[in-house]
C-alpha cells in the first residue's frame, strides 16, 4: 500500500533527450490533502555535486505530515538520490521512511556497468546484491529521468514506461499521455499535459486509472497537480511553491 503511494509521490514530487528540464537549484514545493484534511507538505531540491569522482545531481526530496493528520499519523521521510549528470543513471539512493511506528532505512548504491544494485538495510542489518536486466531507475531520479524528455515527445495515447527498482525488485512503471488541458492552480491558469499512472487496483486504488495528474507542457515538465481515487477517501497534491525552475512558468 505505501509502497505504490510514496513511488506516485516521488515520481509526481517524479528517454534522454537535450530538452532537461532542471537545473541546479531548482526547488519545488507541494501540498498534500486527504481528503478535506491538509495533510502535509513534500519537497524537492537539486544541487550539483561530484560523486566518485563524476559529476552528479543531488535531489533531495522531504515529506512530512502536518496538523490534524500529524496527531494521528506522524511521518517524516527523507529521499536522496544521486544520479549521473550526463547519463542520468542512479548511483546511489538513501530512503528514510518514519510512517507511524513504520520505520525504514535503506541504502542502494547501483553499479549500471554490471547491472547490480547492492541494498544497503541498515535496521535489518543484511546487504544483498539484486541483478537487473533493463537500465533502471530508483523512486526519486525516476521523476528527474521523465523530464528529460521534450513536451513534444509526449504525444496523446502513447505511454510513458521507466523501470524502477525498489524493495528489492524491479517496478514496471507506466504513465499514459491524455491530452492537453489548461488547468487551474494557485499562481493562476496554465496550459497541462494529463497523464494517467498505471497502478495496481486492490486494497489501495479503487481501478488502475485511479490517478491523474498534470504536468506544465514546456520543457520544464513540472508537475502541478496529482488526483488520486483510493479505496478509502481520495489524495490531492498540487504545486505550492516554486525557485529557480530552468524555463519560465507561463501563467496567466
Known amino acids: 500500500m505505501k509502497?505504490?503511494?510514496?513511488?506516485?509521490?516521488?515520481?509526481?514530487?517524479?528517454?534522454?533527450?537535450?530538452?532537461?528540464?532542471?537545473?541546479?537549484k531548482e526547488f519545488l514545493r507541494y501540498r498534500v490533502h486527504y481528503g478535506f484534511l491538509n495533510a502535509?507538505?513534500?519537497?524537492?531540491?537539486?544541487?550539483?555535486?561530484?560523486?566518485?569522482g563524476k559529476q552528479h545531481y543531488h535531489v533531495l526530496g522531504e515529506g512530512s505530515s502536518t496538523g490534524a493528520v500529524r496527531a494521528f499519523f506522524k511521518v517524516d521521510d527523507r529521499y536522496e538520490t544521486y544520479f549521473d549528470k550526463n547519463k542520468f543513471?542512479?548511483?546511489?539512493?538513501?530512503?528514510?521512511?518514519?510512517?507511524?511506528?513504520?520505520e525504514k532505512d535503506r541504502v542502494l548504491t547501483f553499479d549500471n556497468q554490471r547491472k547490480v544494485v547492492t541494498v544497503n538495510d541498515l535496521r535489518a542489518k543484511t546487504?544483498?546484491?539484486?541483478?537487473?536486466?533493463n537500465q533502471v531507475q530508483d523512486m526519486l531520479s525516476a521523476f528527474y529521468y521523465l523530464r528529460t524528455k521534450s513536451n513534444n515527445d509526449f504525444k496523446t495515447g502513447e505511454f510513458m514506461k521507466v523501470d524502477v527498482?525498489?524493495?528489492?525488485?524491479?517496478?514496471?512503471?507506466?504513465?499514459?499521455?491524455?491530452?492537453?488541458?489548461?488547468?487551474?492552480t494557485k499562481f493562476g491558469y496554465i496550459n497541462s499535459i494529463k497523464l494517467t499512472p498505471y497502478v495496481q487496483a486492490g486494497r489501495v486504488f479503487e481501478a488502475k486509472e485511479s490517478v491523474?495528474?498534470?504536468?506544465?507542457?514546456?520543457?520544464?515538465?513540472?508537475?502541478?497537480?496529482?488526483?488520486?481515487?483510493?479505496?478509502?477517501?481520495?489524495?490531492?497534491?498540487?504545486?505550492?511553491?516554486?525557485?529557480?525552475?530552468?524555463y519560465p512558468l507561463n501563467f496567466k
Open 3 to 24: 509502497k505504490t503511494i510514496y513511488i506516485l509521490i516521488a515520481v509526481f514530487i517524479s528517454a534522454f533527450s537535450t530538452a532537461q528540464g532542471f537545473q541546479d
Open 40 to 52: 502535509g507538505f513534500a519537497s524537492l531540491k537539486v544541487t550539483e555535486t561530484m560523486y566518485n
Open 89 to 102: 543513471t542512479p548511483s546511489k539512493f538513501i530512503r528514510k521512511v518514519r510512517e507511524g511506528k513504520h
Open 127 to 133: 546487504v544483498t546484491n539484486v541483478r537487473f536486466e
Open 165 to 184: 527498482f525498489m524493495d528489492g525488485e524491479v517496478y514496471p512503471f507506466s504513465l499514459k499521455v491524455e491530452g492537453r488541458e489548461r488547468i487551474k
Open 212 to 246: 491523474s495528474m498534470w504536468v506544465s507542457d514546456d520543457l520544464n515538465l513540472i508537475p502541478l497537480k496529482l488526483k488520486a481515487n483510493l479505496v478509502v477517501g481520495s489524495l490531492d497534491m498540487d504545486l505550492h511553491n516554486y525557485r529557480n525552475v530552468k
